[in-house]
């Protein structure tokens, strides 16, 4: 703990002796977690909270550290979109779940980007980390079967394998992080899923011939069965991808002009593949151990800013794309002190705040003043709006239709900046806020994970300024609150926006309450105009 405290209170002086006016085009970064909890974060869950995330707590003692910040989902896929265009994925043909195994692109290629409104501005822009959000792989139709495997690996690889796989892997994608604004990517798609082998812009590096052996679907490594490079070693992921990424920083800080690094990690999310040095120093579980490992490499990535002298001139946003996976062991780790939803009820995937209230922490020397606490409802959404508005940007009437600057708070105001969020579960139930209302219009927490629902009414709503933990539903009780907060829904379902401005249309049309059994998803890419 002493150690702690030595590394906050240096942090602090240091921010404090070197802060700066802000540059007019600073240096992003955006690095966005895993399946880190609410309450996985130290700074978050002192109380409750077991594992020592210094780093993290370092930069928010550096920074703004925001309590009510929001993904758009409970799972990953569509909080990604939705941390990138500015818009909520559920306007996309993404109503449940997560893009699947070689799946297509999700954002459309006309849709503007955090990197692609960045580029024209002169910033370098690179992607390093988990993508999931779909390429055109190459797959043939025909042939999916034989470029994955349910659950596991296949018994053999057999020559007609290996010559899908090179018929595939020998060729650049389309689709993927270099066709929508970033002038490079290196990282895995889904370190869980085939392909085993890293990408570097739009190909493999090296052609797969093998199957993931079958000892790497065992405690929360793999998923999937799928091609594989021989050899592949899944604790070797993370830091691979902080190599990268120090070396992109050291590389554009000597180039002379802003970047841009968005860095979607792959961690602690699985495959919970601990590197030795960090094995059994948690003292909970594997899961903990990696999400100190993690912090460790968030912490190396701000380390290559400070050396390459562009600390000062750089916004670093931290969050994660959802909560925790209650699979990995939650309730272990509760039975030993510690919650990694904090107060918050649920987990991943869930409507229920554990499943999307999530880590966010800004840093910028300059206009964010040291050891802020900011309790005003935000969302992931909002980054691309603030980007804008920190550069003197004019967005599209056609993109960030749900994005609202942060830059107000991020210079100390107290004032909202948006009149409610929308949130979802996996299973694309809403989660609509306003205030601190909260209306879930089903019962349960819609996630794949979720605790069985004693709940009889057809909906839930919950005052979270004094009911954080959604313990006491007042659907029943209070009928005018539930129709304002469907009506707003509607509303922002209706325009096609939440933000003010022209009318905008959904890809797909939008139901408050979702049909039981999942509907198929459209294959065809909706037109829309050129923003």
Same mark, same amino acid.
């Given at each position: 703990?002493?150690? #702690?405290?030595?590394?906050?209170? +240096? =942090? &602090? *002086?240091? !921010?404090?002796? $070197?802060?700066? /006016? @802000?540059?007019?085009?600073?240096?992003?970064?955006?690095?966005?977690?895993?399946?880190?909890?609410?309450?996985?974060?130290?700074?978050?869950?002192?109380?409750?909270?077991?594992?020592?995330?210094?780093?993290?707590?370092?930069?928010?003692?550096?920074?703004?550290?925001?309590?009510?910040?929001?993904?758009?989902?409970?799972?990953?896929?569509?909080?990604?979109?939705?941390?990138?265009?500015?818009?909520?994925?559920?306007?996309?043909?993404?109503?449940?779940?997560?893009?699947?195994?070689?799946?297509?692109?999700?954002?459309?290629?006309?849709?503007?980007?955090?990197?692609?409104?960045?580029?024209?501005?002169?910033?370098?822009?690179?992607?390093?980390?988990?993508?999931?959000?779909?390429?055109?792989?190459?797959?043939?139709?025909?042939?999916?079967? #034989?470029?994955?495997?349910?659950? +596991? =690996? &296949? *018994?053999? !690889?057999?020559? $007609?394998?290996? /010559? @899908?796989?090179?018929?595939?892997?020998?060729?650049?994608?389309?689709?993927?992080?270099?066709?929508?604004?970033?002038?490079?990517?290196?990282?895995?798609?889904?370190?869980?899923?085939?392909?085993?082998?890293?990408?570097?812009?739009?190909?493999?590096?090296?052609?797969?011939?093998?199957?993931?052996?079958?000892?790497?679907?065992?405690?929360?490594?793999?998923?999937?069965?799928?091609?594989?490079?021989?050899?592949?070693?899944?604790?070797?992921?993370?830091?691979?991808?902080?190599?990268?990424?120090?070396?992109?920083?050291?590389?554009?800080?000597?180039?002379?002009?802003?970047?841009?690094?968005?860095?979607?990690?792959?961690?602690?999310?699985?495959?919970?593949?601990?590197?030795?040095?960090?094995?059994?120093?948690?003292?909970?579980?594997?899961?903990?151990?990696?999400?100190?490992?993690?912090? &460790? *490499?968030?912490?190396?990535?701000?380390?290559?800013? @400070?050396?390459?002298?562009?600390?000062?001139?750089?916004?670093?946003?931290?969050?994660?794309?959802?909560?925790?996976?209650?699979?990995?062991?939650?309730?272990?780790?509760?039975?030993?002190?510690?919650?990694?939803?904090?107060?918050?009820?649920?987990?991943?995937?869930?409507?229920?705040?554990?499943?999307?209230?999530?880590?966010?922490?800004?840093?910028?020397?300059?206009?964010?003043?040291?050891?802020?606490?900011?309790?005003?409802?935000?969302?992931?959404?909002?980054?691309?709006?603030?980007?804008?508005?920190?550069?003197?940007?004019?967005?599209?009437?056609?993109?960030?239709?749900?994005?609202?600057?942060?830059?107000?708070?991020?210079?100390?105001?107290?004032?909202?900046?948006?009149?409610?969020?929308?949130?979802?579960?996996?299973?694309?139930?809403?989660?609509?806020?306003?205030?601190?209302?909260?209306?879930?219009?089903?019962?349960?927490?819609?996630?794949?994970?979720?605790?069985?629902?004693?709940?009889?009414?057809?909906?839930?709503?919950?005052?979270?300024?004094?009911?954080?933990?959604?313990?006491?539903?007042?659907?029943?009780?209070?009928?005018?609150?539930?129709?304002?907060?469907?009506?707003?829904?509607?509303?922002?379902?209706?325009?096609?926006?939440?933000?003010?401005?022209?009318?905008?249309?959904?890809?797909?049309?939008?139901?408050?309450?979702?049909?039981?059994?999942?509907?198929?998803?459209?294959?065809?890419?909706?037109?829309?105009?050129?923003?």
């Amino acid at each position: 703990m002493n150690g #702690l405290v030595r590394i906050l209170a +240096g =942090a &602090a *002086a240091l !921010v404090a002796t $070197t802060v700066v /006016a @802000a540059p007019s085009t600073p240096n992003i970064v955006v690095i966005l977690a895993d399946d880190l909890g609410y309450g996985d974060v130290h700074c978050y869950n002192p109380e409750r909270g077991k594992i020592p995330t210094p780093r993290m707590d370092g930069l928010a003692a550096e920074g703004m550290r925001f309590t009510d910040a929001h993904s758009s989902s409970g799972v990953c896929s569509p909080s990604r979109y939705a941390l990138l265009t500015g818009r909520y994925h559920w306007r996309t043909r993404l109503q449940r779940g997560i893009v699947g195994v070689f799946g297509d692109p999700l954002i459309a290629p006309d849709r503007l980007t955090i990197a692609g409104m960045l580029k024209p501005k002169g910033y370098a822009t690179a992607c390093i980390g988990k993508w999931h959000l779909g390429r055109d792989w190459g797959v043939p139709e025909g042939e999916a079967k #034989l470029f994955s495997g349910k659950g +596991g =690996a &296949a *018994a053999e !690889v057999t020559d $007609t394998h290996r /010559a @899908a796989w090179r018929a595939v892997f020998s060729k650049p994608f389309s689709g993927g992080p270099t066709s929508r604004g970033f002038d490079e990517y290196f990282g895995t798609d889904v370190p869980n899923w085939p392909p085993y082998c890293f990408i570097e812009n739009e190909r493999t590096v090296g052609i797969p011939t093998e199957f993931l052996p079958k000892e790497l679907f065992q405690n929360h490594l793999a998923s999937l069965g799928g091609p594989a490079l021989p050899g592949w070693d899944l604790s070797k992921i993370l830091p691979a991808l902080a190599d990268r990424a120090c070396a992109f920083v050291e590389r554009e800080s000597k180039a002379g002009k802003p970047f841009f690094l968005y860095m979607p990690l792959t961690a602690p999310h699985t495959p919970i593949a601990v590197n030795p040095e960090w094995r059994g120093k948690s003292g909970l579980i594997p899961y903990a151990d990696f999400v100190m490992e993690t912090d &460790a *490499a968030i912490g190396r990535v701000l380390d290559a800013l @400070a050396k390459a002298g562009a600390a000062d001139r750089t916004l670093v946003v931290l969050t994660s794309d959802n909560g925790c996976a209650p699979y990995i062991g939650a309730k272990e780790m509760e039975a030993k002190g510690h919650f990694p939803s904090g107060p918050l009820r649920g987990y991943k995937a869930d409507a229920w705040e554990g499943g999307h209230r999530v880590p966010f922490i800004v840093r910028w020397p300059g206009v964010v003043k040291p050891g802020g606490v900011c309790g005003q409802l935000v969302h992931q959404a909002d980054l691309i709006a603030t980007f804008a508005d920190a550069l003197g940007v004019k967005l599209p009437e056609t993109a960030a239709e749900d994005s609202f600057s942060l830059m107000p708070l991020l210079r100390g105001g107290g004032e909202p900046v948006r009149e409610g969020a929308v949130s979802a579960s996996a299973g694309g139930i809403f989660a609509v806020r306003k205030g601190s209302w909260k209306l879930i219009p089903a019962p349960g927490g819609g996630g794949n994970w979720s605790e069985p629902s004693s709940n009889a009414a057809p909906g839930q709503l919950y005052n979270l300024a004094a009911d954080l933990g959604e313990k006491e539903n007042l659907y029943g009780s209070n009928p005018d609150k539930v129709a304002e907060l469907t009506a707003l829904l509607q509303g922002w379902i209706d325009a096609g926006r939440s933000t003010p401005g022209a009318k905008q249309t959904n890809d797909v049309p939008v139901e408050i309450r979702k049909p039981a059994a999942p509907a198929a998803r459209p294959r065809a890419k909706p037109a829309r105009k050129q923003p």
